[in-house]
């Protein structure tokens, strides 16, 4: 009998903190409570009032899907689709990528099924790999006179949307360096390798022991880290495919190519000043992002997505970040170390295959809304938080990092070049640089493993 | 039935010692459960800098995270879902397995012995090798994805092999062919005779079978996630999807929303649980 | 059974069940196996026909190989373990121990929670719940995250299925154990049978059938090891706790070899297939009426 009568207590026990909770979800949930750092900063009102975009009111009615790979934004995209249908009458689901899939990989299954999403947000290998198959032609679509720089060609033809420029190098917090050096730190002060390191020391010297976030992930060292051995050859796309060609082919060694020594070289500095030097495997991203905050560091390597995590950390709008670029050499005539590298990194296709020619007509319509109109050019920036690479957008973003991104690209002083690399890339070449980075394989062993790699592939 | 004083005494310590292992086992156990609820209170801050504590947390403690989770994951949608596509999907496979199980313990012939291997062969297919193919054959031929049916089904044929393997140990070991005759010489027709007498029987397996069906249902992910797409219907380990961030995973609002999550299935094995060891000891007496 | 009526009988009781695991399971597995013959990648619209191109590309991935040995490893380990903890819980939680009900109840919750989620879970306990009790009390073996290691990865990965595992066959043992014939026992007892030769000759024997259970279970669970695996250390450090399951995933879809994935997965459950049947057919042997 007392056995019964525990498992009941146990029962309804469980029932009523459900309950409890139950109901606190429903009576105090939408107090907000003025200390709480995961309460979203208030954001900047949108002005619907003004709204000059002509709507085809022939597609009213229309449903589309966009599949979203970025997770980040899910939440603005949903809000976007929503005052698109209330403009247009055409239905817009934002289709999340499921948490364990790979956008890919979700795509494909979706094809499969027969039920593939109008629009994805995919990333730039995947359109590649998918663009002549499956994808609609939007060479002729108006937007493509406002991105020029920043459109993906197959065989001379658009077949996607550039969604967002994002930049990537040294973050500094500047408050932490001021406070440390006390003086005034400049960030243009910084030209070379040399001077970084020298940087570096007057931090340890002024108590921070270890003033560089390095992250583990091996999307970061495979892809952001390693990739500038391509990218800064010329600091164009062209430029960085041609390398990959050259490696491919054998033209290319490796073992003599100076880009990869100097980017070895920088990459040893920052091992050297890293924070997890003790166990660089074990550290956490989050982590990272309140030690920045903290000023328990001083420098993280990463881009500007990373001011969510900041900003959850504790950091705020008017606080100054920005970015210092991936010193390579000591020559400050070298565009590497005077450049950060900003390029389009998410894609937008358009399903051309399953698609009627009347969800193909809404979804380019959409396309053009969040170019054209006034609505949903300051959605993307204001609520998505995204830079856009389109020139007519006249909205700047919000926060310090893609502030900073913003206006070096405006002013010349990011450099655009994606290298398209085959897409188990990062997380191939993403291991041995985990290796390299746990001290446990050296120089040669991970330009051997980089050889190999381009070696087996077609 | 009276034990001796030192017979008794040596059991004591024998039971204090089996127990004090027990607890020593248990806690390491419960572990990982504890360091959820304890989270599932904290801020994400206090999280990171001091998962273990409870008491020393800068922002305090409160029911934000679960607020947060029900809302954001569209609680009670997503409830009713779960809750819909589970109890049809344990239903159905509890009783068709049932069926068939008895329909091969009780037939020797070809077409049982023939299923029965494959039964047993198709639980070490690994999922990744049908994914595609199925969707393939449900989405692009049949065209029935993105319906609550399909998934009832598909969980349904899923776990049809280990029900089977189970119930038909169970009923070869454990229901004596005896009563069956005899029911049929009163005349009972074999759905009768199934479903009054043999049915009954299989009580203890049933509630077994019931808990671990309706665990894997309710918990699935893969699958769900590849028939499902249409937001209105999706379950609940669907709708944390958004708890989990591109670079970094919002752990106080993750933790929040598995409890959501776990207390309703673990509220059904409480109950049933009583079933299950009731259930074995009266079967056991053959 | 009359047989005038055995093909209504089919019909009524065999074949719905039989529909839906043919159609869901058994059609795609098929599918699924032509595939492999062909050049398909899992987007194009022609299919052709290149016989076992796929298979050779097999031979040539040396780190399919390489995970499929270490899946041996962790398989073996992990089965070993599983089955004497559940056991031993089992043999515990069957001798009349106050609450026992309640420790029932609680080793079962690891299955309460899905694969991913528990990796995750996990994943946050030897990252920072082990790191944080390491740093403050300074022990060594929680010093840095287990799973920068690639041997403590690979203990944790162990850990963790074990955890999760053993409550599943925990359940099965325990409803083995009540099953056991009290009068034999008892005659036993009399007999003068204790401790470990009671154990040997009179339980083992009469448990072996939950012994086979169990024992396919868990070889077959461990040999497909995908969720925690994934969620706990996701191949790293450096690839070197990527199991064979994950790999088979990978090369599918990050690699996009989707033929070669395919024929891989084929290869993985041959084995499992193999050497889970050599088991049944043993500890079958070894089973007595009760």
């Given at each position: 009998m007392r056995k019964k009568v525990l498992t009941k207590v146990i029962a309804s026990g469980l029932a009523a903190t459900m309950m409890v909770t139950t109901m606190t979800g429903c009576t105090f949930g939408f107090a907000s409570d003025p200390d709480d750092p995961n309460e979203v900063v208030e954001e900047e009102p949108i002005d619907t009032s003004v709204d000059t975009f002509e709507y085809d009111t022939a597609l009213s009615g229309t449903n589309i899907t966009l599949l979203n790979s970025k997770a980040e934004i899910q939440v603005a995209l949903e809000a976007m689709g929503e005052i698109y249908e209330e403009k247009s009458g055409v239905h817009v689901e934002v289709m999340p990528v499921t948490d364990g899939d790979s956008p890919y990989t979700k795509v494909v299954s979706l094809y499969n099924s027969g039920n593939p999403p109008t629009l994805s947000i995919l990333d730039t290998t995947d359109v590649i790999a998918l663009a002549e198959e499956k994808a609609a032609d939007l060479t002729d679509e108006p937007w493509t006179a406002e991105a020029e720089d920043y459109l993906t060609r197959v065989n001379d033809r658009v077949y996607s949307f550039p969604l967002c420029i994002e930049g990537r190098g040294l973050i500094y917090n500047k408050a932490v360096i001021d406070e440390a050096l006390g003086e005034e730190f400049d960030p243009k002060s910084i030209q070379t390798l040399d001077d970084f390191k020298a940087l570096l020391d007057r931090l340890v010297a002024a108590g921070i022991e270890k003033p560089i976030s390095l992250a583990k992930e091996d999307w970061s060292l495979g892809a952001h880290h390693l990739q500038y051995v391509y990218e800064t050859y010329d600091g164009t796309s062209e430029g960085a495919a041609e390398t990959i060609e050259k490696i491919k082919d054998g033209s290319l060694d490796l073992d003599n190519y100076n880009r990869m020594t100097e980017f070895m070289d920088a990459f040893d500095v920052l091992k050297e000043y890293n924070v997890a030097k003790g166990d660089p495997l074990g550290a956490d991203y989050d982590e990272m992002a309140i030690d920045l905050a903290d000023g328990k560091t001083a420098f993280w390597f990463n881009g500007n997505w990373a001011w969510p995590n900041l900003q959850e950390a504790g950091a705020e709008n008017d606080d100054e970040y920005g970015f210092l670029p991936y010193f390579m050499n000591n020559d400050k005539d070298d565009f590497a170390n005077q450049q950060i590298q900003g390029s389009p990194s998410k894609q937008v296709m358009l399903d051309?295959?399953?698609?009627?020619e009347q969800e193909q007509k809404a979804a380019k319509q959409f396309l053009n809304w969040i170019v054209y109109s006034e609505i949903g050019q300051q959605m993307i920036v204001k609520k998505a938080n995204i830079i856009p690479p389109f020139k007519n957008n006249p909205y700047e973003p919000a926060d310090p990092l893609s502030r900073d991104i913003y206006n070096r690209v405006q002013e010349g002083e990011a450099f655009n070049a994606s290298a398209i690399v085959p897409n188990d890339h990062w997380s191939v070449l993403g291991a041995a640089m985990q290796k390299y980075l746990a001290g446990r394989s050296d120089r040669e062993e991970l330009v051997q493993s980089i050889k190999d790699y381009w070696a087996e592939q077609e | 039935m009276k034990q001796t004083t030192i017979g008794g005494n040596k059991k004591k310590v024998a039971n204090l010692l089996a127990m004090v292992g027990l607890i020593i086992i248990f806690i390491a156990y419960m572990f990982p459960f504890i360091m959820v609820v304890i989270n599932s209170l904290k801020q994400k801050r206090d999280i990171i800098k001091s998962p273990f504590s409870w008491l020393y947390t800068i922002k305090g403690l409160s029911f934000d995270n679960f607020v947060k989770a029900f809302t954001q994951m569209d609680f009670l949608n997503a409830f009713k879902n779960s809750l819909i596509v589970t109890v049809s999907a344990t239903v159905l496979v509890t009783l068709l397995a049932a069926m068939l199980a008895y329909y091969i313990v009780r037939h020797n012939n070809l077409v049982s012995k023939v299923t029965f291997a494959l039964m047993v062969a198709s639980m070490i297919i690994p999922f990744q090798a049908i994914m595609i193919p199925l969707v393939s054959i449900y989405g692009g031929t049949l065209n029935v994805l993105n319906h609550r049916i399909t998934l009832i089904f598909m969980h349904t044929g899923f776990s049809m092999a280990m029900s089977v393997f189970m119930f038909h140990g169970f009923i070869k070991g454990s229901v004596p062919i005896a009563l069956e005759e005899a029911a049929y010489i009163d005349g009972c027709t074999h759905a009768q005779t199934f479903f009054k007498i043999v049915l009954p029987l299989l009580k203890p397996i049933i509630s077994t079978m019931v808990i671990l069906n309706a665990l894997s249902f309710w918990n699935d992910f893969l699958l769900p996630s590849l028939v499902l797409t249409d937001k209105e219907l999706l379950t609940l380990p669907l709708s944390t999807y958004s708890f989990y961030g591109t670079y970094s995973a919002d752990y106080g609002t993750i933790m929040a929303g598995l409890l959501l999550c776990v207390i309703p299935i673990l509220i059904l094995y409480l109950v049933l649980q009583k079933q299950i060891i009731s259930g074995v000891v009266s079967g056991a007496v053959k | 059974m009359k047989t005038k009526s055995n093909g209504k009988d089919f019909c009524m009781f065999a074949l719905p069940g039989m529909f839906c695991f043919f159609a869901v399971l058994v059609v795609p597995f098929v599918y699924g196996v032509y595939l492999t013959?062909?050049?398909?990648?899992?987007?194009?619209k022609v299919k052709n026909f290149i016989g076992l191109k796929n298979f050779a590309g097999v031979m040539k991935d040396t780190q399919f190989w390489t995970s499929l040995l270490l899946t041996f490893k962790y398989v073996i380990v992990v089965v070993l373990l599983v089955n004497i903890i559940a056991f031993a819980v089992a043999y515990l939680l069957t001798r009349g121990i106050k609450g026992q009900n309640f420790f029932r109840a609680g080793f079962f919750t690891p299955n309460l929670i899905g694969g991913i989620v528990l990796g995750y879970i996990w994943q946050f306990v030897f990252s920072r719940v082990f790191v944080n009790i390491g740093e403050a009390t300074g022990w060594k073996l929680f010093e840095v995250s287990w799973l920068s290691d690639p041997g403590k990865a690979f203990a944790a990965l162990v850990l963790v299925s074990v955890w999760q595992l053993s409550g599943y066959m925990i359940l099965i043992y325990v409803a083995g154990f009540m099953g056991l014939n009290e009068d034999v026992m008892e005659a036993a007892s009399i007999d003068g049978a204790t401790g470990w030769i009671k154990m040997t000759k009179i339980v083992l024997p009469l448990m072996m059938s939950s012994i086979t259970i169990c024992l396919f279970l868990t070889l077959s669970r461990a040999f497909m090891v995908y969720d925690v695996n994934l969620s706990l250390t996701g191949g790293a450090p450096y690839g070197t706790t990527e199991m064979a399951a994950m790999h088979v995933y990978e090369k599918a879809f990050t690699s996009r070899q989707f033929g070669v994935g395919q024929a891989e997965a084929l290869i993985l459950f041959i084995v499992v297939a193999i050497i889970s049947g050599t088991q049944v057919y043993f500890t079958k042997k070894q089973e007595v009426e009760a």
């Amino acid at each position: 009998m007392r056995k019964k009568v525990l498992t009941k207590v146990i029962a309804s026990g469980l029932a009523a903190t459900m309950m409890v909770t139950t109901m606190t979800g429903c009576t105090f949930g939408f107090a907000s409570d003025p200390d709480d750092p995961n309460e979203v900063v208030e954001e900047e009102p949108i002005d619907t009032s003004v709204d000059t975009f002509e709507y085809d009111t022939a597609l009213s009615g229309t449903n589309i899907t966009l599949l979203n790979s970025k997770a980040e934004i899910q939440v603005a995209l949903e809000a976007m689709g929503e005052i698109y249908e209330e403009k247009s009458g055409v239905h817009v689901e934002v289709m999340p990528v499921t948490d364990g899939d790979s956008p890919y990989t979700k795509v494909v299954s979706l094809y499969n099924s027969g039920n593939p999403p109008t629009l994805s947000i995919l990333d730039t290998t995947d359109v590649i790999a998918l663009a002549e198959e499956k994808a609609a032609d939007l060479t002729d679509e108006p937007w493509t006179a406002e991105a020029e720089d920043y459109l993906t060609r197959v065989n001379d033809r658009v077949y996607s949307f550039p969604l967002c420029i994002e930049g990537r190098g040294l973050i500094y917090n500047k408050a932490v360096i001021d406070e440390a050096l006390g003086e005034e730190f400049d960030p243009k002060s910084i030209q070379t390798l040399d001077d970084f390191k020298a940087l570096l020391d007057r931090l340890v010297a002024a108590g921070i022991e270890k003033p560089i976030s390095l992250a583990k992930e091996d999307w970061s060292l495979g892809a952001h880290h390693l990739q500038y051995v391509y990218e800064t050859y010329d600091g164009t796309s062209e430029g960085a495919a041609e390398t990959i060609e050259k490696i491919k082919d054998g033209s290319l060694d490796l073992d003599n190519y100076n880009r990869m020594t100097e980017f070895m070289d920088a990459f040893d500095v920052l091992k050297e000043y890293n924070v997890a030097k003790g166990d660089p495997l074990g550290a956490d991203y989050d982590e990272m992002a309140i030690d920045l905050a903290d000023g328990k560091t001083a420098f993280w390597f990463n881009g500007n997505w990373a001011w969510p995590n900041l900003q959850e950390a504790g950091a705020e709008n008017d606080d100054e970040y920005g970015f210092l670029p991936y010193f390579m050499n000591n020559d400050k005539d070298d565009f590497a170390n005077q450049q950060i590298q900003g390029s389009p990194s998410k894609q937008v296709m358009l399903d051309g295959q399953i698609a009627s020619e009347q969800e193909q007509k809404a979804a380019k319509q959409f396309l053009n809304w969040i170019v054209y109109s006034e609505i949903g050019q300051q959605m993307i920036v204001k609520k998505a938080n995204i830079i856009p690479p389109f020139k007519n957008n006249p909205y700047e973003p919000a926060d310090p990092l893609s502030r900073d991104i913003y206006n070096r690209v405006q002013e010349g002083e990011a450099f655009n070049a994606s290298a398209i690399v085959p897409n188990d890339h990062w997380s191939v070449l993403g291991a041995a640089m985990q290796k390299y980075l746990a001290g446990r394989s050296d120089r040669e062993e991970l330009v051997q493993s980089i050889k190999d790699y381009w070696a087996e592939q077609e | 039935m009276k034990q001796t004083t030192i017979g008794g005494n040596k059991k004591k310590v024998a039971n204090l010692l089996a127990m004090v292992g027990l607890i020593i086992i248990f806690i390491a156990y419960m572990f990982p459960f504890i360091m959820v609820v304890i989270n599932s209170l904290k801020q994400k801050r206090d999280i990171i800098k001091s998962p273990f504590s409870w008491l020393y947390t800068i922002k305090g403690l409160s029911f934000d995270n679960f607020v947060k989770a029900f809302t954001q994951m569209d609680f009670l949608n997503a409830f009713k879902n779960s809750l819909i596509v589970t109890v049809s999907a344990t239903v159905l496979v509890t009783l068709l397995a049932a069926m068939l199980a008895y329909y091969i313990v009780r037939h020797n012939n070809l077409v049982s012995k023939v299923t029965f291997a494959l039964m047993v062969a198709s639980m070490i297919i690994p999922f990744q090798a049908i994914m595609i193919p199925l969707v393939s054959i449900y989405g692009g031929t049949l065209n029935v994805l993105n319906h609550r049916i399909t998934l009832i089904f598909m969980h349904t044929g899923f776990s049809m092999a280990m029900s089977v393997f189970m119930f038909h140990g169970f009923i070869k070991g454990s229901v004596p062919i005896a009563l069956e005759e005899a029911a049929y010489i009163d005349g009972c027709t074999h759905a009768q005779t199934f479903f009054k007498i043999v049915l009954p029987l299989l009580k203890p397996i049933i509630s077994t079978m019931v808990i671990l069906n309706a665990l894997s249902f309710w918990n699935d992910f893969l699958l769900p996630s590849l028939v499902l797409t249409d937001k209105e219907l999706l379950t609940l380990p669907l709708s944390t999807y958004s708890f989990y961030g591109t670079y970094s995973a919002d752990y106080g609002t993750i933790m929040a929303g598995l409890l959501l999550c776990v207390i309703p299935i673990l509220i059904l094995y409480l109950v049933l649980q009583k079933q299950i060891i009731s259930g074995v000891v009266s079967g056991a007496v053959k | 059974m009359k047989t005038k009526s055995n093909g209504k009988d089919f019909c009524m009781f065999a074949l719905p069940g039989m529909f839906c695991f043919f159609a869901v399971l058994v059609v795609p597995f098929v599918y699924g196996v032509y595939l492999t013959l062909t050049d398909w990648n899992g987007v194009a619209k022609v299919k052709n026909f290149i016989g076992l191109k796929n298979f050779a590309g097999v031979m040539k991935d040396t780190q399919f190989w390489t995970s499929l040995l270490l899946t041996f490893k962790y398989v073996i380990v992990v089965v070993l373990l599983v089955n004497i903890i559940a056991f031993a819980v089992a043999y515990l939680l069957t001798r009349g121990i106050k609450g026992q009900n309640f420790f029932r109840a609680g080793f079962f919750t690891p299955n309460l929670i899905g694969g991913i989620v528990l990796g995750y879970i996990w994943q946050f306990v030897f990252s920072r719940v082990f790191v944080n009790i390491g740093e403050a009390t300074g022990w060594k073996l929680f010093e840095v995250s287990w799973l920068s290691d690639p041997g403590k990865a690979f203990a944790a990965l162990v850990l963790v299925s074990v955890w999760q595992l053993s409550g599943y066959m925990i359940l099965i043992y325990v409803a083995g154990f009540m099953g056991l014939n009290e009068d034999v026992m008892e005659a036993a007892s009399i007999d003068g049978a204790t401790g470990w030769i009671k154990m040997t000759k009179i339980v083992l024997p009469l448990m072996m059938s939950s012994i086979t259970i169990c024992l396919f279970l868990t070889l077959s669970r461990a040999f497909m090891v995908y969720d925690v695996n994934l969620s706990l250390t996701g191949g790293a450090p450096y690839g070197t706790t990527e199991m064979a399951a994950m790999h088979v995933y990978e090369k599918a879809f990050t690699s996009r070899q989707f033929g070669v994935g395919q024929a891989e997965a084929l290869i993985l459950f041959i084995v499992v297939a193999i050497i889970s049947g050599t088991q049944v057919y043993f500890t079958k042997k070894q089973e007595v009426e009760a």
